[in-house]
């Protein structure tokens, strides 16, 4: 039961969300415990991450921690024989010996990235002698961050509550019944890392070290995969779990390493970890923090504290985060928020209408953000924080040919602009180790970036030495993608200082493109050797190639990132010498080239490729997250690009759906946008054969590719976003892609560029009404596919090629309205 004071707090965050209009189905729930993991229910509160399971007699609540991974600093030239190969390589494109090219580029790898590791399970077992229960439910509610759990056992209510808190730094969990002394447990941990457990002051504790090593999930070769022993003079991450339970009756015990309470009336736990990283640089072993002291700190502070108190104070944190935006859709579609979500997802696979589940599915990728990104130097990696695995899929690394950087498309357009700093302290990691790769591998200035990295900041090709395939292993573009986040974080908050921070890190990544670009015989500048991740073409009849020269991505890349590097110049007043130079690099640079399907082509000739739906749709850089194909500025091209897209088909992973979603909307289709966006939304089950042939989610709403990757949670957030506003043309486009499916909606707190912060109405699949918030103050263009007026200012708009604009200027802090005409 709750207190006479929690019923009151409830009521308060009740009736406060209600009056801001943010009264939306939020909550996913179940009426049986989770038998997957992917079924089970993640909470986090930025660095620690939890999955609940919502076992009735045996709880287990699998935890991570995330900064715990293998392996330490990287090493640096660790290839030196790499640089020889470079010009063999370029000789042999130049000559279009794909083969050798390929041979040779394998020579230019290095070691595979670490791996995000698993920090250990806690079991709550609760003997009920075989008794079944008379009720059970489960549930998340992703406006509080509260999982609960609830079952009738013999006529007792049973119920336990938990939540990640960011201020207290832990995870707390309560277990009560509405009848007294009914609560006996025993408390267990256990770890798939080394790890020794003790009882100390009726405190559970588990002390680790993760692997000096691990191997990615994929490497099946002769060689131990998982290496504790010392790697370059460096050997693993220690860790710690502390579990301490506060009662109420009852008495605490002990059996072996066990905590043994038995008839209370109600249990807090607090759980709280710590690592010995400090630092992408720093040996976690030898130069590692105290992480006794980091995970004791929390637990004394919050133990001493009421739980109410604890409650108030995470919601009224998390909430001030995810209350900004709120969505709905068709609310007059029949409301379905009573259903169990595993049911509307296999009500929504066969076709019924449930605007409710995909706005839940909207917040739901704000909500992972919320809880996976509030760690330093550690971005949301492939799996958020949330793995359960030693060897996770792909090593829950951060891949930086397209995942990691889809995590963070929602930050500054979903209204979380705070959340960006984990993504941005780790781009200035990889700068620094970057430059050194640079340098060692390719004799080059400024920093590169491969596919692979990890929280040491590792930029090396990867590939075990040779034994990688080069067409994902020897991608070059990353730091040239990632510096496009440092100029958006710019250009959505206005923050001048921030860019002049930043500038030498996006100018550090175009230096090493200026050394990276050679003239083909046509005189255009090209990369060489180049990929599109992660595709195949054929070349003379059926012989397969993947090194090749000037990738569309590749160009579009570069081309953005020197436009980019162009502006930010010219906003700081700095460095017209070097301006002029990118500036006329960028106009050398081979043009995008439309094939013979009326396609833009993938690679610098029209070869066929291996797999035409391919999973990635790399050359369309260009089109999304990038603005150099437009329908409004090169109508051409998009036409080219939609031709693309319809080659590739409306299948593919959870990811690659997600990122046609956004491109579809670019390409100004909403319909199209959204029969991508359902097909996320596709039920797939890991116990199941017939649930887990295709990309969608899986029961818990996670993305699967599958597995699951939780990339395509946060790019299917952005989508809809993209679906409703865009301002990557300096102009506020309302409902740019709305689809006819969404007749009825609103959203607010939704970000544009410039620092405007917009709410959206719509009826009947026309604008009813929009307020735009200037928080700078500078001039604002609006687009609509309708004709509009800025009331007060009673400026009316003009037609345009695409729908109707107005331009006004705006004061800081003042909001504007408008409606239709």
Request: glycine share 6%.
């Amino acid at each position: 039961m709750l207190h006479h004071f929690s019923k009151k707090f409830f009521l308060f965050i009740s009736v406060i969300t209600g009056f801001l209009g943010y009264a939306q189905d939020l909550k996913l729930q179940y009426n049986q415990p989770a038998v997957e993991w992917t079924e089970a229910l993640p909470i986090g509160n930025g660095t620690l991450g939890a999955m609940v399971f919502g076992r009735v007699d045996s709880e287990l609540i699998q935890l991570n921690e995330a900064t715990l991974w293998s392996g330490g600093p990287v090493q640096k030239n660790i290839n030196p024989e790499a640089f020889k190969n470079l010009a063999l390589i370029r000789e042999a494109l130049r000559n279009e010996d794909f083969e050798k090219a390929n041979v040779l580029t394998k020579n230019m790898q290095g070691a595979y990235s670490e791996s995000f590791m698993p920090l250990g399970d806690l079991i709550l077992n609760q003997n009920f002698n075989g008794q079944k229960t008379d009720s059970y439910n489960r549930s998340l509610d992703i406006e509080t961050g509260l999982a609960v759990t609830n079952f009738k056992i013999d006529g007792v209510n049973y119920k336990r509550e938990i939540f990640a808190s960011a201020p207290a730094k832990c995870v707390v969990i309560k277990l009560s019944a509405d009848q007294l002394k009914k609560l006996s447990i025993t408390i267990d941990a256990s770890s798939l890392l080394r790890n020794q457990k003790s009882i100390q002051n009726q405190s559970l504790i588990l002390k680790g070290k993760a692997p000096s090593h691990s191997d990615p999930n994929y490497i099946d070769y002769n060689k131990e995969p998982v290496v504790y022993e010392d790697v370059s003079g460096c050997r693993g991450m220690r860790f710690e779990l502390i579990i301490k339970p506060v009662v109420k009756d009852g008495e605490i015990t002990s059996e072996g390493n066990k905590l043994v309470i038995k008839n209370a009336s109600e249990i807090l736990l607090f759980v709280s970890a710590a690592t010995s990283f400090n630092g992408f640089d720093k040996c976690p072993d030898s130069e590692g923090k105290d992480e006794h002291q980091f995970a004791e700190t929390p637990i004394k502070k919050s133990s001493a504290k009421k739980y109410d108190a604890l409650l108030k104070e995470h919601i009224a944190d998390f909430q001030k985060f995810f209350n900004r935006v709120s969505l709905k859709l068709n609310e007059k579609e029949n409301n379905k928020s009573n259903l169990p979500t595993d049911v509307r997802l296999e009500q929504y696979s066969k076709g019924e209408k449930d605007g409710g589940l995909e706005a839940l599915f909207f917040q739901f990728g704000r909500y992972l953000l919320i809880s996976s990104s509030r760690t330093n130097n550690t971005p949301a990696n492939l799996q958020g924080i949330w793995n359960n695995k030693l060897r996770a899929p792909w090593s829950s690394n951060y891949t930086t040919n397209i995942n990691l950087q889809m995590n963070y498309w929602p930050v500054e357009s979903g209204n979380l602009s705070e959340l960006f700093f984990p993504l941005d302290e780790f781009i200035k990691n990889v700068s620094i180790t970057g430059a050194e790769t640079a340098k060692s591998y390719y004799h080059a200035n400024g920093w590169v970036l491969h596919h692979n990295s990890d929280i040491w900041a590792m930029t090396n090709p990867v590939g075990d030495f040779g034994k990688g395939d080069p067409m994902w292993a020897n991608w070059y573009m990353g730091a040239n993608w990632l510096s496009r986040h440092l100029w958006e974080h710019y250009q959505y908050t206005g923050d001048v200082a921030y860019l002049k921070k930043v500038y030498p890190i996006i100018k550090g990544a175009a230096e090493f493109s200026l050394d990276w670009l050679q003239k083909n015989k046509d005189g255009y500048l090209v990369t060489m050797p180049s990929t599109s991740p992660e595709n195949i073409f054929y070349y003379d009849g059926k012989k397969q190639g993947t090194v090749t020269t000037a990738s569309t991505m590749d160009i579009g890349i570069i081309k953005d990132l020197f436009e980019n590097t162009v502006e930010a110049s010219k906003v700081l007043n700095i460095d017209s010498e070097f301006r002029q130079k990118v500036s006329k690099a960028g106009s050398e640079l081979l043009p995008f080239q439309i094939g013979s399907k009326g396609q833009l082509l993938e690679w610098y000739k029209d070869f066929e490729e291996e797999d035409p739906h391919h999973r990635h749709t790399s050359h369309l850089y260009a089109l999304h997250p990038a603005n150099l194909i437009s329908p409004l500025n090169t109508p051409e091209l998009a036409s080219a690009a939609k031709k693309t897209l319809e080659l590739r088909g409306d299948d593919g992973t959870g990811w690659s759906l997600a990122w046609k979603v956004n491109m579809w909307a670019r390409l100004l289709d909403g319909n199209h946008a959204y029969t991508l966006f359902k097909n996320q939304l596709r039920l797939t089950k890991d116990n199941d054969p017939k649930y887990s042939r295709h990309g969608g989610c899986y029961p818990n709403l996670f993305d699967a590719h599958p597995p699951f990757q939780i990339d395509g949670n946060f790019a299917g957030t952005a989508g809809v976003i993209e679906m409703l506003l865009q301002s990557q043309n300096k102009e506020i486009h309302l409902l740019p892609a709305l689809p006819d499916a969404w007749t009825d909606g609103e959203i607010k707190g939704i970000k544009a560029k410039g620092n405007f912060t917009v709410d959206i109405k719509w009826n009947n699949g026309k604008m009813s009404q929009a307020k735009i918030l200037s928080n700078n103050g500078s001039t604002c263009v609006i687009r609509s596919a309708e004709p509009f007026i800025i009331e007060k200012l009673n400026i009316k708009s003009e037609k345009s090629s695409i729908g109707y604009t107005a331009t006004f200027n705006t004061k800081k802090g003042t909001n504007y309205n408008i409606r239709p005409l």
